[in-house]
Every structure is written in structure tokens, then in C-alpha cells.
């Protein structure tokens, strides 16, 4: 719709008139129906005579009154009011109907399939704070909220400003075929924030109390969620890592803990991991808390995300980007910071590792893609915003931060950051005010490490020039930098080469040096006269963002011997070196595939084995021959398997395993092995089959073709949770015919009461997309492509995106002839669809592409 796409020249256009408001916001979430009342009066100075518009995206506004004077309802179009021939000082009252979402943003309203009960919470970055109450949705005009909030009696509410208690008042309302009485909660007025970290929340909430301990006297902080999984709030540890977090934040940031408490809010159907509210952060009931047992990547995610939304407390919300172009500082910040963090203070001591095994991998991925883009890149409008939010702008950007803090040292580092933080309190601030601090701490220009590390994208590649005498000996090391001929740019890479010897059955550091490489070809002459490695790495510890290319020895080495690694960041390192080859046409999928099923066993970081699980089932459905897949795939399930017997009981590596191989499970003898730990005939000792692993065992027995819709409806019965509706979804989805495949699409892109919730379409696209054999999608190619656009056009933003993304079957190269010219010809007749939309396809074409290549590099490997 025109308008609801604000553009960087509107605000700043806008900015130039008003800078800062003041909000007093009434809502009343009583109502029966799709929506709530919304009343607002916004104070604020502008220039004297200018126009401006203020957003406020509802069905219906009603009343509108700039500085006492009635304004016509009519002018609210398209999510936009104009307001005309401002005074110096203003005040504009805004009322009307707006809309509950079920998409994860504005105000998303949750139903509890299991007793009725109704859950509120906002989620307003990038700009839905508009879709709750009129404003200036924009991240430079920081405004004061005061929030006033209506809701049944038996609600709790929480908001930026400490908990009131309620005020009881006349009325009722129903909610779950029940009546209740109503409580108005009144909140005091924040310090200046930006309106995309204000927050509410409300529904009938439980809660865990806690206190955390700041330097400036004692914060009250609480975990909520909803009743029904309050054993599972885990609040101890929660508030122990938030407590771990704040010590250390204030003491680096040289600043107090800026607000008046701290809450934290489990909340369902949400589609990120946290958002960073202030003094509210909302964090995945879907993704983060626990139903059964987590394996430790998932409590150690958990941790790094309750310190990542901590750390915006200062660096996002205390001092705010002025647009979205900086997104990437405000992400990459805190990703690099509570990555940091989870090293130093908490139990996860190689939080490095997982980074490396995980979201960097992404990274690697994405920064390859044709619509890569630099870390630092201009932000046209607030709908490129959901393709802003990558792994380049989180996990790129904060591997250039951990580069520029090797670069600069530590302690210039944080320091920079903290007069950062005290010079632009409360206010905003740009990349160039954030490096001339760290500059300043540093006593060094950063103007050229900005242009090579912020400004230029794609990933560089690593590769070892090596030659030795007779005896062995390194006679010349160096390393050569390979940048993509797109964006030919070298990069300095401060690394540590190191050498590693097999000694008695494992694999060893024997020698390391430290260097900086890049751009030409850089001599190494302190590695001279050390033994020829039988495994060298050239980015050792994984300090720099950089692909590695492994030379032929340390590939031999690792087909023989990668299981006598015992190192965990060793393990990742070349995991991920071996997988991006595989990606590169430099490596066979088989021998990536045989050295994750090798090494997985004895994996020591429970990430990385989860990721390389995950990146093997894309190897086997994508880049592996598909003449090979049937055979490789029941050959891997069944090593699984024997990994599994084998695997300590009760060991986090055993849950992996199970996993993996519910993952892989492709014939009728290994789908039976899943229906019996299903339905109790068999036990693996040391496992217990939770409601969330029954769920994963079905999802692997639907996809080896073990179950048919009828029997997941009747398991859907027996779980009668969000989550298990939700999950439920995502079996059915995955069932191995036709038929399920299409009713999947079908309820995506034909909804019969509307889109379905946000959770459920995120386990459809999944489900939809698992196939043991991918030559199932093929029958769906036409309607795929063919309602795409309807699809996303219902759906747009970040559900739609990331839906599209996982429905587009790249999965059928090299099983459907002319897979990359049908993306193409989609992309000729759409030139005018969304560019989040083209953005998707083009990526997929890219993938297609790829995987051709790797095929046939598969194919070339397969013995005569």
C-alpha cells in the first residue's frame, strides 16, 4: 500500500521538522472482535508552518485533533495522517480501531488452543509501532512513552516503565467463554527511547521474581511466560546469565545499567529469537523455552541471546542508530558482544566455537550469494529493512568487530565504546561517530579498515602455498588471498597459522605462528624449517572471516584420521572448511558427507554437531549426485544408528545423534526403528522420549513415508499445546506424497479463513520442503512458481520471506531438467514484484546454479 513504506528521505525530511515526542498512550484490549481501541495524544515542537505526517496503520480512525482543532478522519490514508501549518509547540490527539496481527508484529494476539486464554505482545522494529497507536515511526525521533492499558482483570500487563499495580474498574469482558471485570494498568513515562523498542505485553502471564545487582543499587527483573509451561522458565539460570551479563557490560561500557528494571518475556508464535524492548525483552517461547530436554546448543543459544538483548540496552536503545543503514552496527555489536560475553562469564566457554560452526557458516553462505551486500550499506526504505536483517549484518558485521578489536586491542576497543555510549546518550548516532571514538581510544585512523572490512562485500578465501626439502621440512610458507572477481578487494587478516601432527592416534598442535595476510601473496618465513603439518590451517582458532581451501595433504590427513581431532574449535574449523569446498565444486559432497559421519561421534560442541547435521542433509538432497542419494542417504541413517548405540547414555552427543538420524531415516527398516521409540516398544537407554523429541521422531517417520495423516492427527490429539498444534503442522507436511505436499502449499497460498499464524506457516514451508526423495516436489513445480507472487503478496515482510525462501524447491536440480531457466523466466515476467520476492528467487536461482556444479563433481569422484 502506498505510504506504509516510509523511505530514508521522508524521514529525514520529517526529522528536520520534529525530533522528539512525548506519548500518552491509552489501550483498551476489552473489546470483542479483531480489534483493539487506540487512543493517543502525541506533544511535541516542530518548525513553525511546516507539514508533516504522522503514521498510524488501523481500520478505522476516528477522531484526530491537531492543537484543540477537530481534523477531518479522511485524512488518514494509507497508514499516514497529515498534519498541517504546525505550531512551535504541538499537541495531536489520534483515536481509532486498530487491528490484533497473527504474523509476529504490531500487536500479535495468541489464542491458547488449549483452554482459550488470550497472549498480547507487541513486536514493532522495524516500523509496526504504528500498527498500535499513531507515532513517528522512525528510530531518530526518540520519544517518552506513557502507556495506559485496559485488560480483563486477571491479565497482567507489562511494559518499558516498572509494574504498576492495577486499577480495578467498572465493566466486563469475556475471554475463553469466561467473564471477567477489567483492570487499567498506568505506566510512568519512559526516558527517550526509540518508538521500535517500546513494548506491551498482556495476557493472563506468570511469572519468575528475581533482582539483579547493578552498580547503581538493585533492578527488579522477572521472567514471564504463560502458566501452563511455568516449570519451564528456567528462571534461575536465566537471571543468573542476565546477572553474568550486566557486571560485565557495566564495567566494560563504563556506564549504569540505564533503565529502572529488567523483565523478560517468553511469548509465542514469535519470529525471531529476542527483541531487544526496553526493560521488556521478548524472547521465543517456540525457539528458547524447553518443553523436554535442550541439547546444549540450545541452552548455550539461549544464553547468548538473553546477553545479545542485553547488550542493546546500551548500544541500540541507550544510544539508538539514526536509520536503518546502520542496523548493522546496532546487530553486529551485540552479536559480537554477547558472544563475547557468553566466553567470558558464563559456562560457555567456547561460545567462539559454536559462532564458527553456526551463524558465521551462514554468513559465509549468504556473503557468496548475488545479492550480497556490504556490512555497511545504504538502506533505502523500511521494506529492504527484512533483507537487512542477514547473516551478514549480524555475524559478518561481528566478525569485523572482533577483527577490529584484534586490530586495535582490546581495552582501545572498549574504550572507544564507552565514550561512545556517554558522548551520545540518549540520543543517536552514526558509524562515523561510533569509529572516531574507537579511533580516538586507539590513537590509529580506521578509515582504510572501514573501506576494506564495512564497505566491500563478499568473502575472501584462504589457501596455503607450501614446499618442503627431502626431510619434510618447510622450506616456504604463504598464504594467498582468493577475492571474488565480483568485488576484488583484499582484506588484512590477522590469523594464527598453525601446523598439526598425528601422534599416537590424534591429531595435535605440533607448532603455530601469528601473521597478517591478504592481498598478494604474503610470505611466512617464521614457519620456515618447522615439519611439513599432515593438517595445516591457516586460520587457526578462527580469528578472521575467511574461507579456508585445505591443501591435498591436510585433505588426506582428514579422510583418514579427522575423528583423531579432539579439539573442538579444530573440529569446527575444518567441518566448515570441508563443507564450503563441497560448496565451491572443490570437494565431492560424498567425502564431506563421510567425514561428518566420521567425526560426529566425538564432536566436543554440541553446535557444531547440530549444524553439520543439518548442513549433511542439504549436501545429500543438493550436491550430492542424485543417483548416489538413496544409497548414501540409508548408508549415513545406519551409521547414525551404530553411533548411536555406541554414544555414553545420557550424553549430549546421544540426543544429537537420535536427531540426526530422525533426520535421515529413509527406509522402511529405519522408519520402524523410529515408530517403536515413538510408541514406547524400544528404549534407548539414557533417552527419554519428551513431547518435543516424539515430535521430531515423527517428523522423520512422516518423511520415510512411516505415517499417514490420520495417525499424526490422533498423536496432534494427544498434545494439544501450541506447540503441538504447531508441530503437528509440520508432520503433516513432511508426510512423503503427493498429496501432502500440495495440501501444505495449499494451506499457505489458499488459506481458507485467511494466512495462517506466523509459527504454523514457518512448519509448513519446513515440512513442505523435507522430501528423502526430492523428485517428490516435482509434481508441485508449477503451482510453486506459479503462486508464488499470490503467496507473497498476502504474506509480505518477514513471514513471507522466509516462507518463500524454504518453499522455492532447489532441492529438484538435477531431478527436473531446466530448473535454473523456469527461475529465470519467473524473474523476466515479475520485474515488478516485491524486492524482498525477486531477492528470494534470485538467490535460489544461485543455489540451483551451485548445486549443478557440485554435482557434477560428485559424479566425477564416483569410482569406475
Known sequence: MPGLNLTKQEAAERFAIVQRARYSVSLDFTPAGDTFRSDTTIEFAATPGATTFIEAVAPRVDLIELNGEALDPALHRDGRIELADLAEHNTVRIAGDFGYRNDGQGIHRFVDPADGEVYLYSQFAANDTRAAFACFDQPDIKGEFAFSVVVPDHWMVISNSPTPEPAYEDGVTTVGGAEHGLARWTFGPTVPIPSYVAAIVAGPYAYHEGVLHSAKGDIPARIYGRPSLEQHFDGDRVLEDTQAGLELYERVFRTEYPYEKYDQVYVPQYNLGAMENVGCVTISEDRLLFRGRPTAAELEFRTVVVLHE????????????????????????????????AAEVSEW???????????????????????????????????????????????????????????????????????????????????????????????????????????????????????????????????????????PVPRPHG???????????????????????????????????????????????????????????????????????????????????????????????????????????????????????????????RYLAPELVAEV???????????????????????????????????TEQALRLRALVEDAAEIPGVEIDSDLTWDLLGGLAAAGGIDL???????????????????????????????????????????????I??????????????????????????????????????????????????????????????????????????????????????ALDHVRRAQVAQTVSRMAIPA
Open 633 to 667: 542417504t540409508e548408508a549415513a541413517a545406519e551409521r547414525l544408528w551404530t553411533a548411536l548405540a555406541a554414544a555414553e547414555h545420557g550424553s549430549d552427543i546421544q540426543l544429537q545423534l537420535l536427531k540426526g538420524y530422525a533426520q535421515l531415516a529413509s527406509t
Open 310 to 341: 542485553l547488550a542493546h540496552m546500551w548500544f541500540g536503545n541507550l544510544v539508538t542508530m539514526k536509520w536503518w543503514d546502520d542496523l548493522w552496527l546496532n546487530e553486529s555489536f551485540a552479536e559480537f558482544v554477547g558472544t563475547w560475553a
Open 758 to 843: 506466523n509459527a504454523v506457516q514457518f512448519e509448513l514451508a519446513a515440512g513442505l520442503a523435507r522430501a528423502v526423495d526430492p523428485a517428490l516436489l516435482a509434481p508441485l513445480l508449477d503451482d510453486l512458481l506459479g503462486s508464488l507472487r499470490t503467496y507473497y503478496d498476502a504474506n509480505a515482510g518477514f513471514v513471507g520471506a522466509r516462507v518463500a525462501r524454504a518453499a522455492l524447491p532447489v532441492q529438484l536440480v538435477g531431478r527436473v531438467d531446466g530448473l535454473a531457466d523456469r527461475l529465470e523466466h519467473w524473474l523476466a515476467d515479475h520485474g515488478d514484484a516485491p524486492s524482498v520476492l525477486r531477492k528470494t528467487v534470485v538467490e
Open 349 to 487: 566457554k567456547d561460545a567462539w566455537v559454536t559462532f564458527a560452526a553456526n551463524r558465521k557458516s551462514v554468513a559465509y553462505v549468504q556473503d557468496q550469494l548475488p545479492t550480497t551486500h556490504a556490512i555497511v550499506t545504504e538502506v533505502p526504505d523500511t521494506e529492504a529493512t527484512v533483507s537487512a536483517f542477514d547473516m551478514i549484518t549480524y555475524a559478518k558485521g561481528a566478525s569485523a568487530l572482533r577483527q577490529l578489536a584484534q586490530y586495535v586491542g582490546e581495552d582501545a576497543f572498549f574504550g572507544g565504546v564507552a565514550t561512545y555510549l556517554q558522548r551520545y546518550h540518549h540520543g543517536n548516532a552514526t558509524l562515523a561517530e561510533f569509529l572516531a571514538e574507537v579511533e580516538e581510544a586507539a590513537g590509529r585512523p580506521l578509515d582504510e579498515w572501514a573501506r576494506v572490512w564495512l564497505e566491500t562485500p563478499g568473502v575472501t578465501t584462504l589457501r596455503a602455498v607450501l614446499a618442503t626439502d627431502d626431510a619434510g621440512t618447510l622450506t616456504r610458507l604463504a598464504v594467498d588471498e582468493d577475492v571474488p572477481a565480483e568485488h
Open 710 to 756: 490420520e495417525e499424526v492427527d490422533h498423536y496432534a490429539s494427544l498434545d494439544v499445546s501450541a506447540a503441538g498444534q504447531r508441530r503437528a503442522a509440520g508432520v503433516r507436511a513432511s508426510v512423503a506424497t503427493v498429496e501432502a505436499k500440495q495440501a501444505a502449499w495449499d494451506a499457505l497460498v489458499r488459506p481458507a479463513d485467511g494466512p495462517a
Open 495 to 621: 590469523v594464527e597459522i598453525a601446523g598439526y601432527r598425528l601422534r599416537d592416534g590424534r591429531l595435535d598442535r605440533d607448532w603455530a605462528v601469528t601473521a597478517t595476510v591478504g592481498g598478494d601473496l604474503v610470505e611466512v618465513p617464521e614457519a620456515v624449517g618447522h615439519p611439513r603439518p599432515d593438517l595445516l590451517l591457516v586460520n587457526d582458532r578462527d580469528l578472521t572471516y575467511a574461507k579456508l581451501h585445505l591443501d591435498d595433504v591436510s585433505l588426506a590427513t582428514l579422510e583418514a584420521h579427522i575423528d583423531a581431532i579432539a579439539d573442538p574449535m579444530v573440529q569446527a574449523t575444518v567441518l566448515d572448511a570441508l563443507w564450503h569446498m563441497t560448496r565451491d565444486g572443490s570437494l565431492p559432497a560424498q567425502r564431506y558427507i563421510d567425514a561428518v559421519l566420521t567425526l560426529l561421534p566425538h564432536v566436543g560442541n554440541s553446535a557444531t554437531a547440530e549444524s553439520h547435521v543439518a548442513l549433511m542433509v542439504v549436501a545429500l538432497r
